[in-house]
């Protein structure tokens, strides 16, 4: 956990923005694809995979579940941010969708909070924030967790299990939708709001984030570019995948240090 502390940085001035492009249909063709192949990977591995635990593909596998699913959040963050689909009510349906299929998560009572977060970054007023000098991940986890998942949820996912547990191998239910989900939520809070929020900030840094250092193969595989933290609340109209364009214009600045 500390390498991955220490590879972020806070900057040092005004990120050069990229400026905004229009989507046309490749905000909805990266949702769909990812909603795709999300569904499609599940279906695999609970209908037709008989994992052998004493190799490392069953792990692998989860772990992939894992990346798909945070793909999942990330799709539903973009929508919060209108940057899935020019077309308002697409955009909001894939976003209701993929919140959805990420445990039930409801998209119409995110969106306000997500907003209440940019706006009111590492504040008393942030739901996502809590006293980030003193406060370790752990406690903080809690507490944003207690914010967001909500009790029908928690029975939607409990009945959820309970059906699929009569089609499909307990063990694989377990392992492939039930894990991955779990692991998902720490990784985006690990690299979402963890590290980039943590402990205190330059005055002159208006974001309250801080960015991971430039290497955009670990910035997708560990949360779809969402370590490149700042340049997303200075640009949120940049959906995820082209917030690897911001951080290479920010390194390229001839004031980048």
Same mark, same amino acid.
């Given at each position: 956990?500390?390498?991955?502390?220490?590879?972020?940085? %806070? #900057?040092?001035?005004?990120?050069?923005?990229?400026?905004? %492009?229009?989507?046309? !249909?490749?905000?909805?063709?990266?949702?769909?694809?990812?909603?795709?192949?999300?569904?499609?990977?599940?279906?695999?591995?609970?209908?037709?995979?008989?994992? +052998?635990?004493? /190799?490392?593909?069953?792990?692998?596998?989860?772990?992939?579940?894992?990346?798909? =699913?945070?793909?999942?959040?990330?799709?539903?963050? *973009?929508?919060? $941010?209108?940057?899935?689909?020019?077309?308002?009510?697409?955009?909001?349906?894939?976003? /209701?969708?993929?919140?959805?299929?990420?445990?039930?998560? &409801?998209?119409?009572g995110m969106l306000p909070k997500h907003h209440a977060h940019h706006r !009111?970054?590492?504040? %008393? *007023? *942030?739901? +996502?924030?809590? *006293?980030?000098?003193?406060?370790?991940?752990?406690?903080?986890?809690?507490?944003?967790?207690?914010? =967001?998942?909500?009790? &029908?949820?928690?029975?939607?996912?409990?009945?959820?299990?309970?059906?699929?547990?009569?089609?499909?191998?307990?063990?694989?239910?377990?392992?492939?939708?039930?894990?991955?989900?779990?692991?998902?939520?720490?990784?985006?809070?690990?690299?979402?709001?963890?590290? #980039?929020?943590?402990?205190? $900030?330059?005055?002159?840094?208006?974001?309250?984030?801080?960015?991971q250092f430039p290497h955009h193969v670990w910035a997708f595989v560990s949360? =779809?570019?969402?370590?490149?933290?700042? %340049?997303?609340? +200075?640009?949120? =109209?940049?959906?995820?995948?082209r917030l690897w364009r911001a951080k290479e214009t920010h390194s390229k600045?001839?004031?980048?240090?």
């Amino acid at each position: 956990m500390s390498s991955a502390v220490s590879s972020f940085s %806070e #900057p040092t001035f005004a990120v050069r923005r990229v400026k905004p %492009e229009p989507l046309g !249909h490749k905000g909805v063709l990266m949702a769909l694809l990812i909603i795709c192949l999300w569904a499609a990977l599940l279906t695999f591995l609970l209908a037709h995979y008989q994992p +052998d635990w004493a /190799t490392p593909w069953p792990y692998l596998l989860a772990l992939l579940q894992t990346h798909l =699913y945070t793909g999942l959040f990330i799709t539903a963050h *973009d929508a919060m $941010h209108g940057v899935v689909s020019p077309n308002k009510r697409l955009n909001n349906a894939l976003g /209701t969708l993929a919140a959805g299929l990420f445990a039930y998560n &409801w998209f119409p009572g995110m969106l306000p909070k997500h907003h209440a977060h940019h706006r !009111h970054v590492a504040t %008393e *007023d *942030d739901p +996502d924030f809590h *006293d980030g000098k003193h406060a370790g991940f752990g406690f903080w986890f809690v507490r944003f967790a207690w914010n =967001y998942v909500t009790w &029908w949820q928690i029975l939607l996912m409990a009945a959820t299990y309970n059906v699929l547990k009569l089609y499909f191998p307990q063990a694989n239910v377990v392992a492939f939708w039930m894990v991955p989900a779990v692991l998902a939520t720490l990784q985006l809070f690990y690299f979402g709001t963890y590290l #980039p929020h943590r402990g205190s $900030h330059a005055p002159s840094n208006p974001h309250k984030s801080r960015s991971q250092f430039p290497h955009h193969v670990w910035a997708f595989v560990s949360c =779809y570019f969402f370590g490149y933290h700042y %340049e997303h609340h +200075d640009q949120p =109209y940049l959906p995820w995948w082209r917030l690897w364009r911001a951080k290479e214009t920010h390194s390229k600045s001839p004031q980048h240090s």
